[in-house]
Structures are given as structure tokens and as C-alpha cells.
């Protein structure tokens, strides 16, 4: 997939490595020429550009990538200059990066439904999800290990833990289910745990899985599942 991630400060650059690292392009642009140069060889493909100008950020293949990312943090009125541009140029999927109460306001008055907050845990989580979209949320526990929330995958709807075998077929742990529910008729997503998941829990369709074990094993389950 294809992904164009605007800023390279902290979280820009902890989000373009890491989407990077799990096998996607990733065009990554920042003012800065230093940094540019700095992060060339970790990123698929690094420019120079200020993302406020709107021939610059045209000339970015922005109808073919899969989201836009604005990383942009220090400077608010760059963010939101540049998440209008974006709007302008029809971009299918963005994500802002929120860093005041006012510009998540701004944010969602330009109907930008997907924002995050900027630290390195975020970006890691948030490369997770774009790599793949069933996956809903993420912890990492170690380099290793990792806890992930995801989508009952279809081919085991019905199911009970037992009859899935997933610890066998796959080597990860279902810690719990989640079911999804309507927040006392408020019209806001809730999540219900189910408990200590045991050998007769039954996953059913549109609830979620909260997976321990390593992060290669358990994108194996839901590829394999779907």
C-alpha cells in the first residue's frame, strides 16, 4: 500500500519508519532539508517541500495513495492549512495529528473523522492499522510480543475457542472477546469483555479478539482467517 506521511519531526518520522519497516511505500515530505536527507535511507522516499504550498503538494501522487497522513505539530497553522489542502485535492483517507483541544475542534468543522495524538506509541499503533484494517487496536508488550484488538475474522464466526484451535493452529493467545454495543441507546460505541476467554466461548460475528503473541503470528491468523 501507499502512504504519504507530511512532517518528519518525532512522530512523522516514528510513523514513515515504522510503515516502512512493515513492506509499504511510503512518501514522506518535510521543510526541512536536513532532516530530508537525514531520514532517506529508513524511508522508501523522502522530499523537500513546504506541504502549505499547494502547487508543491500537487505535484505528490495523492489520488493513488491509500492515506495522507499530516504529521505536521509545531506549527498548528501549517497542519490545518495543509489538512485543507488535502481536503481540497479530494484525498480519499486523511489523518490529522491533533495537538490542542482547538485544532481537534477545527479538525472535526472540516469533517477530518480520523486524528491522533502525537506521541511514538500512537504512530506505532496507527502504522499497525493502516497495515492492516482489521486491525482495530494495539499494545506492544516487547520486541517480540504484542496484544492486539481485532476483528473476529469471518472464518471463524460461530465457532467456539476449541473448535478454532487458533493457539495451535497459530501460536497466539485469545486473552478475551469484546463485544460491540450501542452505549446505553446514546448512539456511542461501547466495548463489553467477555471474561477470561475459555475453550467454549463462542466468536461471533462483530465482536473482537484481544490477541497476545507475536506480531508476525497473529497477522498470519487474520490473513489466513478472512
Keep these: 500500500m501507499k502512504y504519504i506521511v507530511l512532517g518528519l519531526g518525532h512522530f512523522g518520522r516514528s510513523l514513515a ?9 511510503v512518501i514522506a515530505a518535510d521543510k526541512s532539508l536536513t532532516i530530508v536527507e537525514q531520514f532517506k535511507d529508513r524511508i522508501t522516499h523522502t522530499v523537500c517541500m513546504d506541504t502549505t504550498d499547494k502547487d508543491a503538494v500537487g505535484s505528490l501522487p495523492l489520488k493513488d495513495s491509500d492515506a495522507v497522513i499530516i504529521a505536521i505539530g509545531e506549527d498548528e497553522g501549517a497542519s490545518l492549512l495543509t489538512t485543507a489542502l488535502m481536503k481540497q485535492f479530494k484525498v480519499k483517507r486523511i489523518v490529522g495529528r491533533v495537538v490542542s483541544d482547538l485544532q481537534k ?77 450501542d452505549s446505553a441507546g446514546k448512539g456511542t460505541s461501547g466495548k463489553k469483555a467477555s471474561g477470561i476467554a475459555k475453550s467454549d466461548t463462542i466468536l461471533h460475528e462483530n465482536d473482537l479478539l484481544v490477541l497476545f503473541g507475536e506480531l508476525s503470528d497473529i497477522k498470519k491468523l487474520i490473513e489466513k482467517g478472512n
Design 105 to 181: 475542534t477545527v479538525l472535526e468543522a472540516m469533517q477530518i473523522d480520523e486524528y491522533i495524538m502525537p506521541e511514538e506509541e500512537a504512530a506505532e499503533r496507527l502504522a499497525l492499522r493502516l497495515d492492516n484494517i482489521d486491525i482495530v487496536d494495539s499494545f506492544q508488550i516487547s520486541d517480540k510480543y504484542s496484544i492486539i484488538e481485532t476483528k473476529v475474522p469471518t472464518k471463524y464466526i460461530g465457532l467456539t475457542l476449541k473448535e478454532a484451535d487458533l493457539t495451535n493452529k497459530y501460536k497466539v493467545i485469545v486473552l478475551t472477546t469484546l463485544h460491540l454495543s
Design 17 to 25: 519508519i515504522r510503515l516502512t519497516e512493515l513492506g509499504h511505500e
